[in-house]
């Protein structure tokens, strides 16, 4: 039992580039979230998503898309790096339903856009 | 605004000594309150939850958390540190009825241990 796994876990981008962090989870986890840390913040939610097939917009969706084709899968893309996009990104998961349910998080991806 | 605040960036401790970081909120309903730590480089790990029930919850590695109602935070404590302990520290709060997404992280408590 792997729990959440990321990659790449470091990567520098340019200016422009597209890039895709993956994330997979073996833990029948229904809901998955996609979040930034950016330095000295906490952490802010960019995508999310219940089920296969569902995904929502979190607070900082802008430059970023997702998609659920699995239970297992939920990549990050990045279309068109910016700076901006610095940062250190975390996958996560958690069983369905009970608010007070447990986050598990992946070891993160350390992006840096040049 | 629902937020979570901790109000210090840095926690300084000798070895030994009982700890204690901050943690407030202003949720709507009944909050559910989370503690994670992140070691360097790292995720974040769970450390303990207050749901309901006894308002002093115990967790990982020695740490508990002491939820407090009338002043509406959730402290941290550990009452004798290890110079391991030393990490960052997000306190967490899901708001009553709130959907999936609604998770506030605080921006975090740097703890540093002293041998």
């Known amino acids: 039992n792997a729990g959440v796994t990321q990659t790449p876990k470091f990567r520098i981008l340019k200016i422009g580039q597209s890039m895709t962090l993956q994330c997979t989870q073996d833990?029948?986890?229904?809901?998955m979230y996609w979040y930034r840390q950016d330095p000295g913040m906490g952490l802010k939610l960019i995508y999310y998503?219940?089920?296969?097939?569902?995904?929502d917009k979190g607070e900082v969706p802008n430059g970023y898309n997702v998609s659920r084709s699995t239970t297992e899968d939920f990549p990050l893309r990045l279309e068109l790096a910016a700076p901006s996009q610095t940062s250190v990104y975390f996958c996560?998961?958690?069983?369905?339903?009970?608010?007070?349910?447990?986050?598990?998080f992946g070891e993160g991806s350390w992006l840096t856009v040049v | 605004a629902q937020s979570v605040a901790q109000p210090e960036d840095q926690v300084n401790v000798a070895e030994g000594n009982p700890l204690t970081v901050k943690c407030t909120y202003s949720?709507?309903?009944?909050?559910?309150l989370f503690w994670y730590v992140q070691y360097p480089n790292r995720g974040l790990q769970f450390l303990l939850k207050?749901?309901?029930?006894?308002?002093l919850v115990k967790g990982s590695y020695g740490f508990e958390a002491e939820f407090n109602k009338s002043q509406t935070s959730f402290h941290l404590k550990k009452p004798s540190v290890l110079v391991s302990d030393s990490a960052l520290y997000f306190c967490?709060?899901?708001?009553?009825?709130?959907?999936?997404?609604?998770?506030?992280f605080g921006s975090g408590t740097r703890l540093s241990i002293r041998p």
């Open positions: 996560a998961s958690k069983i369905q339903g009970g608010a007070g349910n447990t986050i598990y």
């Open positions: 833990m029948n986890h229904n809901y």
């Open positions: 998503s219940v089920g296969a097939g569902i995904t």
């Open positions: 949720v709507s309903g009944n909050p559910y």
């Open positions: 207050y749901i309901t029930g006894d308002n």
């Open positions: 967490a709060v899901r708001p009553g009825y709130s959907s999936a997404s609604k998770i506030i």
